[in-house]
């Protein structure tokens, strides 16, 4: 069965920085987009970060670009997301995800196919 395995989550200072990694099962990894969203308590998930099968193209939502940084390593079958500069306003659990469509850095989350369990970020002021 296919997995998603979030880990990095944790508590930080504004203006500090975290790394998640998604570890995912090789028959996923090598041939999906991968995408990471999040849910900040009493809101719905939003669209965070995704990059294509090969890495080639990305994509982010205005409220991260120029801070997260989304890449992939096909060695380690992981993507990550380096988010740095953060801010109140990004405490939420954030979940990895796998779409098919892996040509595409799509921001929908009905266009992916699997997701993690999700892992906690909170940042203090």
């Known amino acids: 069965q296919a997995q998603l395995v979030e880990s990095g989550g944790g508590s930080v200072q504004a203006g500090g920085s975290l790394r998640l990694s998604c570890a995912a099962s090789?028959?996923?990894?090598?041939?999906?987009?991968m995408g990471w969203f999040r849910q900040a308590p009493g809101k719905e998930r939003e669209f965070v970060a995704a990059?294509?099968?090969?890495?080639?193209?990305?994509n982010y939502a205005d409220s991260v670009k120029g801070r997260f940084i989304i890449s992939r390593d096909s060695a380690k079958n992981t993507v990550y997301l380096q988010m740095n500069s953060l801010s109140p306003e990004d405490t939420a659990v954030y979940y990895c995800?796998?779409?098919?469509?892996?040509?595409?850095?799509?921001?929908?989350?009905?266009?992916?196919?699997?997701w993690g369990q999700g892992t906690q970020v909170t940042v203090s002021s």
């Open positions: 990059i294509n099968w090969r890495g080639g193209s990305t």
């Open positions: 090789g028959r996923i990894f090598s041939s999906y987009t």
């Open positions: 995800a796998a779409s098919r469509l892996r040509y595409w850095v799509l921001t929908d989350e009905s266009s992916y196919d699997y």
